[in-house]
């Protein structure tokens, strides 16, 4: 039977997100479904600010970043008139399936607009931080882990070159799946991440400890650092400034910033995204609803939205090992 499906993109936009939408408009094409794809993310729904998407949209579009769509936050949106007035805008479009790729943010406001609206709601978690419980990696995560390893191996350079100390801010807002990654695939030299931040004084004197262990090993060598973001008390400046005084030499901080949320998507992503969006459009019309659509040990997987920010996603502790071992632990 023909149905009318519509997509938006929501929350921090992701390397993949396109990818994402190629294959909704392709399956959606192969199914007779109709698409619309909503505009700024929950700001497309409130204000019916929305394109009709057919194969014309397909065309060269799995390798671009960023959306198509566009992205944004919305505040109106997370009030009861935000959901009702969301409900009534899809209610005019005769909208039966809503599909919402973005991060667990994302899918509590799928999950708010679900007490006004009995339409059918699934999500695609997209994201470069990776904190979305219920699935092994978020459409994003994987070109963002190489957008900041290509970054922190240009630091290396200019590091190597004066023997500096080089602090290198990476996102991932209150998680550390892309801190770690990056500094592991990196080899940097130390990594925080919030998941094993204990307090400022400790984790400084473990800094100190592995600068001067492997100083006093190999001479006066770079030391890079990599931190996640919102972690350190003060933010990167001030951690420059206390190891830099407790160092006696100089320190430089580099953040990182949005590049890491640009570029064209790598294969990991563009498969994750090609596949989740295929999957939800192969659920359009069941029972199914409130649920994401993610991948576990490259299975698909059915998650109830709630269950995808009621607990936080842990590190994957060989991960965690391996950078013991080689990094924070290492001298
Ligand atoms: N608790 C909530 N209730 C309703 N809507 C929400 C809620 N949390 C987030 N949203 C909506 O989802 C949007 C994106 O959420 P955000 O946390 O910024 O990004 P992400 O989806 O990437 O985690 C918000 O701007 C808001 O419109
Ligand atoms: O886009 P903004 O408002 O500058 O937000 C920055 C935040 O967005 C992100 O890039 C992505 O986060 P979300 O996917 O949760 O929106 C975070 O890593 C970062 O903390």
């Not at 770079?222 to 190891?243: C, D, K, Q």
Request: net charge negative; with cysteine.
């Amino acid at each position: 039977m023909s149905k009318r499906v519509a997509v938006l993109t929501s929350g921090g936009d992701a390397p993949g997100m396109n990818a994402c939408i190629r294959a909704i408009v392709i399956a959606c094409e192969t199914k007779g479904y109709t698409l619309i794809g909503y505009l700024h993310g929950y700001n497309g729904l409130l204000n019916q600010e929305y394109e009709t998407l057919s194969l014309n949209a397909t065309h060269n579009l799995i390798q671009q970043g960023g959306t198509i769509l566009h992205s944004a936050r919305c505040e109106a949106f997370k009030s009861h008139q935000g959901a009702k007035d969301a409900a009534k805008n899809l209610q005019a479009l005769g909208i039966d399936t809503l599909i919402v790729i973005g991060g667990d943010g994302s899918f509590k406001g799928a999950q708010h607009l679900s007490t006004c609206w009995d339409g059918q709601i699934l999500g695609i978690p997209g994201t470069i931080d990776n904190d979305v419980a219920g699935c092994d990696a978020t459409v994003g995560y994987y070109t963002a882990i190489d957008t900041a390893v290509s970054s922190i191996d240009k630091v290396r350079d200019t590091a190597d070159a004066f023997e500096r100390i080089f602090l290198v801010e990476v996102m991932g807002r209150h998680a550390g799946f892309l801190a770690l990654n990056a500094a592991l695939a990196s080899a940097a030299d130390y990594v925080i991440v919030p998941e094993r931040f204990d307090n400022e004084q400790q984790e400084l004197e473990r800094i100190i400890n592995q600068i001067e262990a492997r100083r006093k090993l190999k001479g006066p060598v770079s030391f890079i650092v990599v931190v996640a973001e919102n972690v350190w008390p003060g933010g990167l400046n001030t951690l420059a400034e206390r190891l830099s005084s407790h160092m006696q030499s100089e320190v430089r901080p580099v953040t990182l910033g949005h590049v890491q949320r640009g570029g064209s998507p790598v294969s990991q992503d563009r498969l994750l995204a090609t596949k989740l969006g295929t999957y939800a459009v192969g659920l359009v019309g069941t029972e199914k609803t409130l649920i994401m659509i993610g991948e576990v040990d490259h299975h698909p997987v059915e998650v109830p939205l709630k269950e995808t920010w009621a607990y936080t996603k842990p590190l994957d502790e060989c991960s965690v090992e391996t950078m013991l071992a080689t990094m924070n632990q290492r001298y």
